[in-house]
């Protein structure tokens, strides 16, 4: 009996942590991806307008990019599986 107890404290202290550290990863993934997608996109469209020399206002870009991005993630024993816009991306944990 307390051989078991033994071998089970380890294993939910390895299970808590995983849990922890999964979940503040998907976190993490969750608003990394959604700044560097409304950068990307503001981005383009200041490179577009400097291009036939107009004033492009990336603030504003930003914000609303920001603010329209949806992105949604959750994840499994072997992927993070992220949802952006209708579109499924998978990040592998391993």
Request: aromatic share 12%.
């Amino acid at each position: 009996m307390s051989m078991s107890i033994g071998l089970l404290i380890p294993f939910l202290l390895l299970a808590s942590t995983m849990y922890i550290t999964t979940s503040s990863l998907v976190n993490n993934i969750q608003n990394m991806d959604s700044g560097i997608i409304a950068y990307a996109n503001c981005a383009q469209n200041m490179m577009n307008y400097a291009f036939i020399g107009q004033v492009y206002n990336y603030t504003a870009c930003y914000e609303q990019e920001i603010n329209q991005t949806q992105l949604n993630c959750s994840y499994n024993s072997t992927d993070v599986i992220c949802n952006l816009n209708g579109t499924t991306y998978l990040y592998p944990l391993k």
